[in-house]
Nanobody
Framework: QVQLVESGGGLVQAGGSLRLSCAASGMTFSSYDMGWFRQAPGKEREFVASISWRGGSTAYVDSVKDQFTISRDNAKNMVYLQMNRLKPEDTAIYYC??????????????WGQGTQVTVSS
């Protein structure tokens, strides 16, 4: 079955960096657009970034543009989120998600269990 497993979360001081990783299995990874979402305490889950199946197209929520970078390695079935200049408001559980590229838009098909990112001030 499809599995998405996030790693790389943790506690970091404001201004620091973290790199999240998501390992995919049980799927033809290169056929899926990949996304990162986050959910802060008391808030709804929000879109953070996405990358197309070939990696040629990326998208970000305005609040993380020029701060976060999404990338993927189809040979390793991995997607990454490099997070720089972290702020306390970036504290959340970060989720990796996959959507079949044929859907182009719409809901994601698979989700990971999440990894906690905590940014201290």
């Amino acid at each position: 079955q499809v599995q998405l497993v996030e790693s790389g979360g943790g506690l970091v001081q404001a201004g620091g960096s973290l790199r999240l990783s998501c390992a995919a299995s049980g799927m033809t990874f290169s056929s899926y657009d990949m996304g990162w979402f986050r959910q802060a305490p008391g808030k709804e889950r929000e879109f953070v970034a996405s990358i197309s199946w070939r990696g040629g197209s990326t998208a970000y929520v305005d609040s993380v543009k020029d701060q976060f970078t999404i990338s993927r390695d189809n040979a390793k079935n991995m997607v990454y989120l490099q997070m720089n200049r972290l702020k306390p408001e970036d504290t959340a559980i970060y989720y990796c998600a996959a959507r079949h590229a044929a859907k182009q838009l719409g809901t994601y098909d698979y989700w990971g269990q999440g990894t906690q990112v905590t940014v201290s001030s």
